[in-house]
């Protein structure tokens, strides 16, 4: 309604006896009603049974490294929210949908006074990431047993928490890998996002190694096909192994390093990108199976 008036000014007036607002602009008149003020829901109280402050660059840093990861399948809710751990000197925060699972874990210059573990909607994090901008230096974080507040300046988000319990991730990471190869995140990144393209109606992106060189490749029958290469430190028999290529992608974009490692087992295990700056970044993906 606002976007279609036409004239400079808009007032409005509160009508408590007709029970509405009444909006007036140029030549146009509105009436909306209005509902009972009692029956809006009571808003939730900053604090709770932890209060802490936290260094806002540091939280949002972690909230865009993990939270692409989070589900978006409301029919498995606890896979929606990123697992918010803080203690100490450590933020930690843990995303996964099943296919992929990020970890991020983040070093604070100071040590918190309070420590807390929560299950944070995504959408509530990323709702949070943009209402921050790069002067706020503080979020006070309030914490009780099935609720969040995050407050920034005078601005207030309230969130419930998540109920069940969190996938153990540290279960997921396989403790050896066969291969363990030092790539540039930005040529490996181009190089993906270059033959992705040719990755349509679920083609996998595959990703084949021989000596000292990486081939990716992609096929779409009715569309085409492409393949680039560049140098990898690969040794020992060729292996090949497939990825859906909008989460490998999403995996490289989210580490902040010049290198990545690039950490494998065999084809059907899954792979892991761990940040070669000791970050504390890492990004375990599921392979897809591929047919010869």
Known sequence: MVRQLGAPEVTLELRSEEQDVEVQSGTAQYHLRTLRLEDFPELPSAGGDTQLAMPAAAFIETIARVSRSASRDETRPILTGVLVSASGNELRMVATDSY????????LTEPLKESFEANVPARALEELARLVDPETETISIGVSANQVVFEVGAV?????LIDGQFPNYQQLLPDAFEHELTISTEEFLTVARRIALMAQKNAPLRLSFTEGELTLSAQTPDVGEAKDTLPVPFAGEPMEIGFNPEFLV???????ADDVILKLINPLRPGLIVSADGSGFLYLIMPIRLNV
């Open 250 to 256: 999403a995996g490289l974009e989210s580490t902040t």
């Open 100 to 107: 992929r699972l990020s970890v991020k874990e983040t070093a």
């Open 156 to 160: 207030a988000l309230s969130s419930r």
